[in-house]
C-alpha cells in the first residue's frame, strides 16, 4: 500500500514564526502536492513538484514556499507564519501514469496564534 | 479554468434508504472526475474515478457514481446507507492527462447517516 505521511498531525505555532511541514511518501512518486482545506471552501493546491528540485505554484502560493531534494520528500515553509494559515494542510502523491488517484496523507492541523 | 460545484454542503439520509451527493463541473476538455471521502481526522481516500466508458463507475465501499455528460454532473451514489458513511465526500476534477495532475475540488459535502 501507498504511504504519505505528514511530520505533525498538530501544529501550534506563533505570528511570525518560520514553519516546517514535511511529508513523505514511500511508493518513489514522481509528483506531490500541498494543499490547504478550509471549511466550504474544499482543498485548494499550494504548490506542486513533478521531480526533485523542481516545483509550480498552484492556486494560492502566496505566504508559502516549497522544497524537494529528495524524490520522497516534500516540504512546505511558511517563512512568516500569519493567522490566516491557520488551516488544515495536506499532502498528497501520485505516479506519473496518466489516470492513477492521488494518495493523501492524514493531514497537519496548523494554529497560528 | 476547470472548477467543481457541491450544491449542498450537508445531506442527511436514513440508514438503509438510498442517497445522492451532488456534483456538477465545469472543464475546456475531457473531464476527468474523481470522489474521495474523508472521516474525521483523516486524509482523504479514494473512492472511485470516471476517465473514460462506461458512465457508470462503481468504487469502494458500494459507491457507485453517473457520469452525465449533457448535465456536466458526476453524482455519488449508494443504494442502502450504512452509519459509517457518515464523512465528509469531496468531487474532484483534472481535464488535461498531461501537465499539472493536480486537481481542483468541490467545497466538499458532508453526508450524515441517522440509524
Known amino acids: 500500500d501507498v504511504k504519505v505521511t505528514q511530520s505533525s498531525r498538530y501544529l501550534v505555532k506563533r505570528t511570525g514564526e518560520k514553519v516546517f511541514l514535511e511529508c513523505v511518501q514511500d511508493m518513489d512518486h514522481e509528483n506531490m502536492f500541498w494543499y490547504r482545506q478550509d471549511p466550504g471552501l474544499g482543498l485548494r493546491l499550494i504548490y506542486f513538484?513533478?521531480?526533485?528540485?523542481?516545483?509550480e505554484k498552484g492556486d494560492i502560493p502566496e505566504g508559502y514556499s516549497v522544497s524537494r531534494e529528495k524524490k520522497e520528500r516534500f516540504s512546505l515553509i511558511l517563512e512568516s507564519a500569519s493567522t490566516n494559515q491557520t488551516s488544515m494542510y495536506l499532502c498528497a502523491s501520485i505516479s506519473s501514469g496518466t489516470w492513477n488517484e492521488q494518495y493523501f496523507g492524514p493531514g497537519t492541523r496548523l494554529t497560528v496564534t | 479554468a476547470q472548477s467543481v460545484a457541491q450544491p449542498e454542503d450537508q445531506v442527511n439520509v436514513a440508514e438503509g434508504n438510498p442517497l445522492t451527493v451532488k456534483c456538477t463541473y465545469s472543464?475546456?476538455?475531457?473531464?476527468?472526475l474523481f470522489w474521495y471521502v474523508q472521516y474525521p481526522n483523516r486524509g482523504l481516500q479514494f473512492l472511485l474515478k470516471y476517465i473514460t466508458g462506461d458512465n457508470l463507475v462503481k468504487g469502494s465501499y458500494g459507491f457507485e457514481a453517473e457520469f452525465n455528460k449533457s448535465q456536466t454532473s458526476f453524482h455519488l451514489k449508494k443504494p442502502s446507507a450504512l452509519v459509517s458513511d457518515s464523512a465528509l465526500y469531496f468531487c474532484?476534477?483534472?481535464?488535461?492527462?498531461?501537465?499539472?495532475?493536480?486537481?481542483?475540488f468541490g467545497s466538499g459535502t458532508r453526508l450524515q447517516v441517522q440509524p
Open positions: 472543464v475546456s476538455g475531457n473531464p476527468y
Open positions: 474532484a476534477v483534472r481535464d488535461s492527462p498531461t501537465g499539472r495532475r493536480a486537481l481542483t
Open positions: 513538484s513533478y521531480d526533485v528540485k523542481m516545483k
